[in-house]
């Protein structure tokens, strides 16, 4: 239950204190829970979609209102984290000079664009499958943005130095929980898209293929894995997989 607990508390705003210490074993447990805080997370979404379509409003309002709920819910941390991790790999310094702009309070340009695009994205993505009806398709799409940060997280990363949470979860998930929610997402996807079947695990690899590669670039680039680079990584797959699924609406 710690494990639940740190997990919703780290990757949420709701009122659920974690356990007091928090050392790299409760740390690896709270991330193997992610991608549960995602089911629940993309419910949540999904509720919230279906009710603003329901009394009227239209689906790209409704997208927006939800992607937007998502950032409130998160603390806005992930997408913070994508502006600062673009911002880095915009620069072309060292790794130190990388990180230092990791650090930094203000977003530059590559920064905004990537929030502007990925909250098109996303906002979009979900207006399109609302109106198709692919309700289960907008949990897959968040839930698969938590799938990615236990993926990041796999044995073997090193932290970044200076980075206390990638000091905490870095290299602490085993190869076989990465394919076992690798494994549970891809399934998953079978049923995301009722018409093509093949479309949904299609576009869940893709997802987490892209964000793996994603992933070790930017460890490499910045010296070791921080919370920065989990926050692009999940707001881009959550991107990739929501567009994705809305081929063939």
């Not at 620069?91 to 905004?112: M, Q």
């Not at 070790?216 to 699924?245: P, Q, Y």
Request: proline letters at 3%; one cysteine or more.
């Amino acid at each position: 239950m710690n494990g639940v607990r740190l997990a919703v508390s780290w990757l949420t705003v709701l009122p659920v204190r974690g356990p007091e210490s928090v050392d790299r074993s409760a740390a690896g447990r709270a991330i193997a829970l992610a991608p549960l805080v995602g089911v629940g997370l993309g419910a949540a979404g999904v509720g919230v979609l279906w009710v603003l379509v329901w009394v009227g409003a239209s689906a790209a309002v409704a997208g927006l209102v939800v992607v937007a709920g998502l950032a409130l819910i998160t603390r806005g941390m992930h997408l913070d984290g994508l502006a600062d991790t673009l911002d880095g790999l915009g620069s072309y310094g060292s790794p130190e000079r990388a990180r230092e702009i990791l650090k930094r309070g203000d977003t530059g340009p590559f920064g905004v664009a990537a929030i502007v695009f990925a909250v098109g994205i996303q906002a979009f993505s979900f207006a399109a499958l609302a109106q198709a009806e692919r309700w289960f398709a907008v949990l897959l799409a968040v839930a698969v943005g938590r799938v990615v940060v236990v993926l990041a997280c796999r044995r073997g990363i090193a932290a970044a130095p200076g980075t206390g949470f990638g000091a905490l979860v870095a290299g602490t998930q085993h190869l076989i929980t990465i394919a076992l929610w690798s494994a549970l997402a891809v399934a998953a996807g079978i049923l995301a898209v009722p018409d093509h079947r093949w479309l949904g695990p299609a576009v869940v690899l893709v997802a987490l293929g892209i964000s793996a590669l994603l992933a070790r670039h930017c460890t490499h680039r910045f010296g070791g894995l921080s919370g920065d680079i989990l926050g692009a990584t999940l707001e881009i797959s959550v991107a990739i997989t929501a567009a994705g699924l809305t081929l063939g609406t």
